[in-house]
C-alpha cells in the first residue's frame, strides 16, 4: 500500500518535472518576448561578476550575459541580473528563473546530465595553482621538494596537492587551515613556501592581500582541472546553440583580429571567414534564429574574448592572470572555435 | 554609591555638617572603589594596563595611521591603519546596493522618512489614530519612492533594492506585520477551542522547529521547483513571508508568556462584569500582558533586525551582504575590518536605540503599577 502511494507521488513529481522541461523549452521564444535576457550571476567573485562602486555589475561572467543579450537583441544592456549563491543557483535555472546561468560553474558530467543543464563553451580554464614567493627564485613547482605548502583543509585542493606530489616522488609539509583569510594569512606572515588554490583565487589573493604583489608569482603548473562556463537548461535547443555561439564569436573575433574598437574598418574585410562572422555574407545569423548583425553586435559592444578576458581578470584588472590555458589555440591555449560557416 | 547611605567608616553624624561625598577626594575614592582588596587592586592594574595597551593602538589604526580619499587601495595596503578611503569609495553601495546609481536619493529618503516615521511612534501622545494614518501614508511615500513607475520616477524592480533600506523594510515590514499575527496566534493557543488552539500550536512549534536559515531556502530554493515554470514569486518578497512567519512564531511564545502572566482574578473580574470574549481581551488582558513582556518583545525585535543579514544566503543584497559585495571589487578587496566596522555602527546605533527606549517605556507603563 505504502509502496503504492510512494510510486504515485513519485509519478506525479516525474510528471510534474517533465512538463516544467517541455515548457522550458521555449526559453529562446520567452527571452524574444520578454525582451531581456535574465543572467544568474555570483553574488560576489573578484574579475568574475561584483558590482562595482556604482552598483553595476561587472566581470567575465557578467559579460557573457552581456554578449548574449547583443547577439539576441542587438542591445548588451538588456540583461536583469540576478546574484546566486552556490545552493540556489542549480534549483534557480531548473525551475525557470533565469534563463543562463552565468556563475563560475565546473562543467562535470553529473551536472551536463542528471541535473539537466546543457554547458556552451568553457569561458575560463581555471585550475590548481601554486604561488610562491618571487625571492625563493622557483620556477616549477616540481622545484617544492620538501617545501611547506599552505592549503585550505576538506577540499579537494588537498587531495590533489597530495596526489601530485606522491606522482612526482616529491616530499612536502601541509599545513592545513580551514578559513581562507586565515590560510591567506598564514602564508604572507612567510610560515609557508607556497600556498596552493584556484588560480584565478591565487591571483586575486596576489592583487589584493598581499602587501607587494610584485613580490609573488604564480607557478605555471596546474594540477587539477576546473573547466568554469555558462549553464542553460535542458530543452532548449535553439537557446543552447546562441549562448553558444556567442562564445565561440568572441573566440573567432579574437583570432582574426577583431575587436570592439577596429571592427567597422572589418565590414569591408575581403575575408570569407569574417565576412560571414560580421553578417556580410548573410546566413549565420538567420541559421541561429537571430539578427546577422549579432557578431557584430557582440564584438561593437562587448568585444572579443581577449578584451573581456584583458579587462575583467587580464592584464587591464587588478588581478592580472596570465592567459595560460586561456590563451587561443593558435597561442598554445585550449580556446579554440569550431568554423563559422 | 557612595553618596547619601550612612558609611561605617562615617564619623558620628550629629558631627556632620556636610554629605560625606564632598569629604571623599580623589585618592580615597579610589581607594575605596578601585584598590579595596588585593584582587581589586590586582584587577584594577590589569585592567590599566589593556586599556593602555589597547588605546593608543586603536587611536593608531583608527585616526593617526589611517588614510582618507585620495589614497588609493594600493597606498592604503602599504601602511599599517584604517583605509577610510575604501569606505568613502564604497559607501553608497553598502548604503544602497545595486539601487540605480543616479537614483540613490530615493532609497536616501524612504530611509529618512522610515527612521522618522519610528522616531515618530516612539512618543506615546501619538499612540492612536494618528499613528495608523501616518503609517499609511508614509509607507505608500516609501514605496513610491522605492519602487517608482509614478510621478515621474522611473520604475526600479526590488531586485535592485539593497542596503539599509532593504534591512529597515525588510525588519520594520515584518515585525509589523507579525506582531497582530503572534497576538492572534498566542491568544489562539490559550483558546478553548480545540481546532483553533491545535492550528496554533502546531504553527508555532512547527515554525519554531527549523532554523530561520532553512525556512528562507525553502522559500527561495524549494518554492520555485514546486511552482509551475515561469510563476516566480518575487525572491524580496518570499524572504519577507518566511521573516513574517518565523517573527509571529517566535513573538507569539514572547506574548503568551505575558498572557499567562496575568492573575486569574482579572480574567474572572472581566466576566463578572459580563464583558465579552474580544472586549475582555482587548481592554483587560492585552494592554496588561504586553506591558508585562517589553523586555523580552524588545528583545525579540533586536534579534530579528539582525537576523535580516541571513538573507545574505538567498543573495539578497542587505547591508551585511553589501558590504560583503563591496569587499569583492578586485581593486579594493581585504578591507574587512573597515567594512564590517562601518556596518557594525549601523547596526549598533538602531539596536542600542532601541534597547533604550524599551527601558523608558518599561518605567513609564510601570508607574501606572507602583501603588
Redesign the interface.
Known amino acids: 500500500m505504502n509502496a503504492k502511494i510512494l510510486a504515485a507521488v513519485a509519478a506525479a513529481a516525474a510528471v510534474g518535472l517533465a512538463g516544467g522541461v517541455a515548457q522550458a523549452g521555449a526559453t529562446f521564444d520567452a527571452v524574444k518576448a520578454k525582451g531581456f535576457v535574465q543572467c544568474g550571476v555570483n553574488t560576489g567573485l573578484p574579475g568574475f561578476s561584483a558590482p562595482d562602486s556604482t552598483g553595476a555589475w561587472t566581470g567575465i561572467d557578467v559579460d557573457i550575459c552581456r554578449a548574449t543579450a547583443a547577439a539576441v537583441f542587438g542591445d548588451a544592456t538588456k540583461v536583469k541580473y540576478t546574484p546566486l549563491t552556490a545552493q540556489q543557483r542549480f534549483t534557480a535555472l531548473q525551475s525557470g528563473e533565469i534563463d543562463v546561468l552565468s556563475r563560475n560553474t565546473t562543467w562535470t558530467l553529473t551536472r551536463d546530465t542528471a541535473l539537466g543543464l546543457n554547458f556552451p563553451p568553457t569561458i575560463f580554464y581555471d585550475g590548481q595553482g601554486f604561488l610562491v614567493a618571487k625571492s625563493l627564485g622557483i620556477k616549477s613547482v616540481k622545484e617544492l621538494d620538501g617545501a611547506a605548502i599552505c592549503v585550505q583543509t576538506g577540499t579537494t585542493t588537498e587531495l590533489n596537492l597530495a596526489d601530485y606530489f606522491r606522482t612526482h616522488g616529491l616530499k612536502f609539509t601541509p599545513v592545513v587551515i580551514e578559513k581562507e583569510d586565515e590560510v591567506v594569512r598564514t602564508f604572507f606572515s612567510g610560515r609557508c613556501d607556497a600556498f596552493t588554490s584556484d588560480t584565478s583565487q591565487l591571483a586575486g589573493v596576489r592583487s589584493s592581500v598581499a602587501p607587494k604583489p610584485e613580490d609573488y608569482v604564480v607557478l605555471p603548473e596546474v594540477i587539477s582541472k576546473e573547466p568554469l562556463g555558462p549553464a542553460v537548461r535542458h530543452g532548449d535547443d535553439q537557446w543552447f546553440d546562441v549562448v553558444k555561439w556567442t562564445i565561440y564569436a568572441m573566440l573567432e573575433a579574437e583570432e582574426k583580429g577583431i575587436t570592439s574598437k577596429n571592427v567597422d574598418e572589418f565590414l569591408t574585410s575581403k575575408d570569407p571567414t569574417v565576412q560571414r562572422l560580421l553578417g556580410i555574407t548573410p546566413g549565420m545569423g538567420k541559421a541561429l534564429g537571430v539578427d546577422e548583425k549579432w557578431a557584430y553586435n557582440v564584438i561593437k559592444e562587448v568585444g572579443n574574448y581577449s578584451e573581456i578576458y584583458e579587462r575583467n581578470v587580464g592584464s587591464g584588472s587588478p588581478l592580472k592572470l596570465e592567459r595560460g590555458l586561456n590563451a587561443l589555440w593558435t597561442a598554445g591555449g585550449l580556446m579554440y572555435a569550431p568554423p563559422i560557416r | 554609591m557612595t553618596t547619601s547611605a550612612p558609611s561605617p567608616i562615617a564619623p558620628d553624624s550629629a558631627t556632620v555638617s556636610r554629605p560625606l561625598v564632598n569629604r571623599l577626594g580623589p585618592l580615597a575614592w579610589m581607594r575605596r572603589n578601585l584598590f579595596s582588596t588585593w584582587y581589586n587592586a590586582l584587577l584594577t592594574v590589569l585592567i590599566v594596563w589593556v586599556l593602555a595597551q589597547a588605546i593608543p593602538a586603536l587611536f593608531h589604526w583608527l585616526i593617526s595611521n589611517s588614510l582618507l580619499a585620495p589614497a588609493t587601495?594600493q597606498e592604503c595596503?602599504?601602511v599599517d591603519g584604517a583605509c577610510w578611503a575604501f569606505i568613502q569609495?564604497?559607501y553608497?553601495?553598502i548604503l544602497?546596493?545595486?539601487?540605480?546609481?543616479n537614483q540613490q536619493w530615493r532609497p536616501l529618503f524612504a530611509v529618512v522618512l522610515v527612521i522618522a516615521m519610528l522616531l515618530a511612534s516612539c512618543d506615546r501622545r501619538m499612540w492612536n489614530r494618528r499613528l495608523g494614518v501616518i503609517w499609511g501614508v508614509g509607507m505608500t511615500m516609501v514605496a513610491i519612492l522605492m519602487w517608482g513607475g509614478v510621478l515621474g520616477l522611473d520604475y526600479v524592480?526590488n531586485?535592485?533594492w539593497?542596503g539599509l533600506p532593504l534591512t529597515l523594510l525588510l525588519a520594520v515590514v515584518g515585525l509589523a506585520v507579525a506582531f497582530p499575527l503572534s497576538i492572534l496566534l498566542a491568544l489562539g493557543r490559550r483558546s478553548r477551542l480545540p481546532i483553533i488552539k491545535s492550528l496554533s500550536v502546531t504553527y508555532i512549534e512547527l515554525i519554531r522547529g527549523v532554523p530561520l536559515i532553512s525556512l528562507l531556502?525553502m522559500a527561495?530554493?524549494?518554492l520555485?521547483?514546486f511552482?509551475?515554470?515561469?510563476m516566480?514569486p518575487d525572491?524580496l518578497l518570499r524572504a519577507q513571508i518566511a521573516f513574517i512567519m518565523f517573527a509571529a512564531a517566535y513573538l507569539a511564545e514572547v506574548i503568551r508568556g505575558g498572557l499567562q502572566a496575568i492573575p486569574r482574578g482579572q480574567y474572572e473580574a472581566a466576566d463578572a462584569l459580563g464583558l465579552t470574549y474580544w472586549q475582555k481581551t482587548v481592554k483587560i488582558i492585552l494592554p496588561q500582558a504586553l506591558t508585562i513582556v517589553i523586555p523580552p518583545i524588545v528583545n525579540t525585535f533586536i534579534a530579528f533586525f539582525k537576523d535580516t543579514s541571513l538573507v545574505m544566503?538567498?543573495?539578497i543584497?542587505d547591508l551585511m551582504?553589501a558590504s560583503?559585495?563591496?569587499?569583492?571589487?578586485?581593486?579594493?578587496?581585504?578591507f574587512?575590518r573597515e567594512s564590517y566596522l562601518f556596518i557594525a555602527v549601523i547596526y549598533f546605533v538602531f539596536c542600542f536605540f532601541m534597547s533604550k527606549y524599551s527601558q523608558s517605556l518599561e518605567r513609564d507603563l510601570k508607574r501606572g503599577h507602583q501603588h
Open positions: 587601495s595596503r602599504l569609495e564604497k553608497r553601495l544602497f546596493g545595486t539601487f540605480p546609481y524592480e531586485s535592485l539593497g531556502f527561495s530554493v524549494m520555485p521547483l511552482l509551475p515554470v515561469g516566480n525572491k544566503i538567498i543573495g543584497f551582504n560583503k559585495a563591496a569587499l569583492n571589487d578586485a581593486e579594493w578587496r581585504g574587512y
